[in-house]
DNA sequence: TTAGTGACTGCAT
DNA sequence: CATGCAGCCACTA
C-alpha cells in the first residue's frame, strides 16, 4: 500500500469529520475535496470499512449524489442512518431523498493537495 | 503484480 | 420519473 493511497483514505475520514451535524455531503464530494473527483465509490467503500474499525466518523452524513441513502442489502444499516439524519433535522420525502440544495454542507476552508 | 469488488455517478433509454 | 450501464478507482486477497 503506498503512502497516496493512505493519504487519500486520511483525507477522507478527516474530511467527513467536518461534517457538521444537520448538514450532510455526497460521496463524490467527499472525493473531489479528497483529490480524486472520480474516486467517489471509493469513498463508498472507506464508509462501510469504517463502521468495521472502530473510528469516531460520522458516516452517516454522507449520502449519494441523489440526496438518498446507499445500501446494498444491509436494509437494516440503512434505517439506522436515515433515523440518524432525521434526529438531526434532516427530512426525506416519498422516495427516500432529501434536500440537498438545503443541507449539502458547504466547506468554507480551501483543501489543497500535492 | 494482477484481478475482483462495490454505501458512486452521469448519461442514455 | 425510474432503470440500466459503462467508466472509475482505492483497496484486498
Not at 422516495?95 to 483543501?111: A, K, M
Request: glycine letters at 8%.
Amino acid at each position: 500500500m503506498s503512502r497516496r493511497l493512505s493519504e487519500f483514505s486520511d483525507r477522507v475520514y478527516w474530511l467527513v469529520c467536518q461534517i457538521p451535524t444537520g448538514l450532510v455531503a455526497t460521496y463524490g464530494q467527499i472525493a473531489t475535496y479528497a483529490g480524486s473527483p472520480r474516486a467517489a465509490r471509493a469513498v463508498g467503500n472507506l464508509m462501510k470499512r469504517s463502521l468495521e474499525i472502530d473510528r469516531e466518523v460520522p458516516w452517516h452524513r454522507v449520502i449519494n449524489a441523489k440526496g438518498a441513502i446507499s445500501f446494498k442489502g444491509d436494509t437494516a444499516r440503512a434505517e439506522l442512518q436515515r433515523r440518524l439524519l432525521e434526529a438531526e433535522g434532516i427530512s426525506f420525502d416519498d422516495s427516500g431523498r432529501c434536500d440537498l440544495e438545503t443541507h449539502r454542507w458547504q466547506p468554507r476552508e480551501v483543501f489543497w493537495y500535492d
